[in-house]
């Protein structure tokens, strides 16, 4: 069997597409800060309920970083290209629940678990559905490693 990587992952939030490419460094951000908090007593539902700011800001970092292309970001009065100028200028929480989603995608995809379609905040590890595919959409995160298979165009 070949080895086949995740080489870019779609993300859809609020109508628009953020196709991602694995954003190394800070993806060790986020899992230094998860290993951490655990580390230091907190549970995964904790860290859900409250993440840490610098865990918040490591996930702003994902999105600035993986973020390569998108589609359907809408300005005042037409479409915003993507670029370093336009990944900051979108709002936090907006750039954290998209990366929470790749996040997910990507846990998603190792897990060869479908994800439900709303996005959200956890970082944790989702509960196993009762049907696999290497489709997903997005929806809360997991601090899990990136996974290892192509993601699949519909």
Do not use: H
């Given at each position: 069997?070949?080895?086949?990587?995740?080489?870019?992952?779609?993300?859809?939030?609020?109508?628009?597409?953020?196709?991602?490419?694995t954003p190394?460094?800070a993806?060790?951000?986020?899992?230094?800060?998860?290993q951490?908090?655990i580390?230091?007593?907190m549970?995964?539902?904790?860290?859900?309920?409250?993440?840490?700011?610098?865990?918040m800001q490591?996930?702003?970092q994902?999105f600035?970083?993986?973020?390569?292309?998108?589609?359907?970001?809408?300005?005042?009065?037409?479409?915003?290209?993507?670029?370093?100028?336009t990944?900051?200028?979108i709002?936090?929480?907006d750039?954290v629940?998209?990366?929470n989603g790749?996040?997910?995608?990507r846990?998603e995809?190792q897990?060869?678990?479908?994800?439900?379609?709303?996005p959200?905040?956890s970082?944790?590890?989702?509960?196993?559905?009762?049907?696999?595919s290497?489709?997903?959409?997005?929806?809360?995160?997991?601090?899990?490693p990136?996974?290892?298979e192509t993601?699949?165009?519909?």
């Amino acid at each position: 069997m070949a080895y086949k990587p995740t080489l870019t992952v779609d993300v859809e939030f609020e109508g628009a597409t953020f196709t991602f490419k694995t954003p190394d460094e800070a993806m060790s951000k986020v899992f230094a800060i998860t290993q951490r908090c655990i580390a230091e007593g907190m549970d995964a539902a904790a860290i859900d309920a409250q993440p840490p700011a610098d865990l918040m800001q490591a996930l702003t970092q994902v999105f600035v970083d993986g973020v390569i292309a998108w589609e359907g970001v809408e300005g005042e009065e037409s479409f915003i290209a993507c670029n370093g100028g336009t990944k900051r200028a979108i709002p936090f929480e907006d750039k954290v629940a998209v990366a929470n989603g790749y996040l997910q995608k990507r846990a998603e995809l190792q897990a060869g678990k479908v994800v439900s379609a709303a996005p959200g905040m956890s970082i944790t590890e989702p509960e196993a559905p009762a049907e696999s595919s290497t489709k997903a959409t997005n929806s809360p995160a997991s601090a899990t490693p990136p996974a290892a298979e192509t993601v699949a165009e519909a």
